[in-house]
């Protein structure tokens, strides 16, 4: 049975490939995501390989200088890029298909296609085959090929190897969000980012109930950040600004009382909001003068006009881009400047309060955390450690604040001390999952 669907499939890409000068990329190219879309749910994943690879790499080292090479006939009229938006779209409907069915082993394997031997140039190639090879090498050395391998990443490895693999939940959203990436990817991408988070929840919640715990240190979950110790207290202290005055409560009661500003007048509200109360006020007038300027002189034609959602929504994506990146390349002065003194936790705490009013801009905070990552992961980890510690305290806030799982912090001892300092060690963190009403 698998054999004759295999021979009906080969004479589909024989097909497809015939036919291809008289088509004109476009049809060429709907004819080839049809052809993936048809045997990536009927043919084992080994089968599936091998279409692909006969389609994209064996037909490469034909020494027939007048050949050429199957699909490649359709773009080597200057259509280089139509050439990597066509192995991207085929990657992605297989590599969709397979994390949805749970194949995802041979993932890997479809990523190796592009390392193979037959992908280096030989003495004997015909000039129009050393073209269509040098194209795939460019795919195999470019930023949508090192994307591809990200779903090839197993958790459990992410915190191997380099530093920025353990945050690859950033760079799936900043693929899922992207338009020029084919549907398939982004749907890949939010996918595997959710189940990256919801791992990490578990984990956290799960480490939080051991480390408290009375039994051996040895049967404790895993911590899922890299803070250690540090890691509890963390969560102690955002826990406790729950209550009458927690962030949530102070949000609402900013919703509530900007509407019908104007811009201008919002602009004003929203400053006074992210800044107050800061701890430290000296060191943060800086950053809020700093701020304030850049936000006044943003879209002063529209200072007069009463603010709407569409507005609100754009006006909180600009003050993210203020404190984490303006241009999708290279770190704000703010961000340089909170992180470089030390002041990360403050940082995590405004861009927080900035999603407590504005869920919508969640996704635009995680695009600019990955393009932060992207800039970054050309430096060391001892380099970056002060950005490192700032997505450690990303994660764990956004996990206790704006997911589905909710903290309580709960006093199981008198303090016996005068001292008027809080002692967190006096506490307990609890976590359930959160009930829809």
Known sequence: MTANRLSISQENSHCVTSNSRQLDVQTAQEEVYSFFMGIVNKLPPEDVLREFKNLFIDGLDCEDSDYIPGIYSVFLDDNEEELYNTLKRCCYIIVNNWKTNRKDKYIQDLINLFVHENLKIQDNNPPVVKTCKIWLEKFANSKDYKDLKLFATKYEESSKGHWANRYTSYLLIDQSVNNKNPKEQQEAARRLSKQIKDKFKFELAMYIAR????????????????????????IKAIVLKKGV?????????????????????????????????????????????????????????????????????????????????ENSKEPSQLFILLIGQGHALTLVIILLKIILICKNSRRHLETRIAHLIRFYENYSEEECKGVINFIEIFNITFAIYAENVEYNLIKMKEEQSSNQQLNLDSYRVFSQMKVDR
């Open 211 to 234: 480390s408290q715990s009375a039994v051996s240190s040895t049967t404790r979950y895993k911590n899922p950040s890299i803070l250690g110790d540090q890691a509890l207290r963390l």
């Open 245 to 325: 005055f927690s962030h949530d409560n102070i949000a609402h009661i900013f919703i509530k009382q900007t509407e019908n500003q104007t811009l201008k007048e919002f602009k004003t509200s929203l400053e006074k909001y992210l800044f107050f109360p800061v701890e430290n006020q000296e060191s943060v007038e800086t950053w809020r003068r700093q701020f304030a300027h850049s936000l006044s002189l943003w879209k002063t034609d529209y200072n007069q006009e009463i603010i709407t959602k569409e507005l609100f929504l754009r006006t909180c994506n600009r003050v993210i881009d203020y404190f984490t990146t």
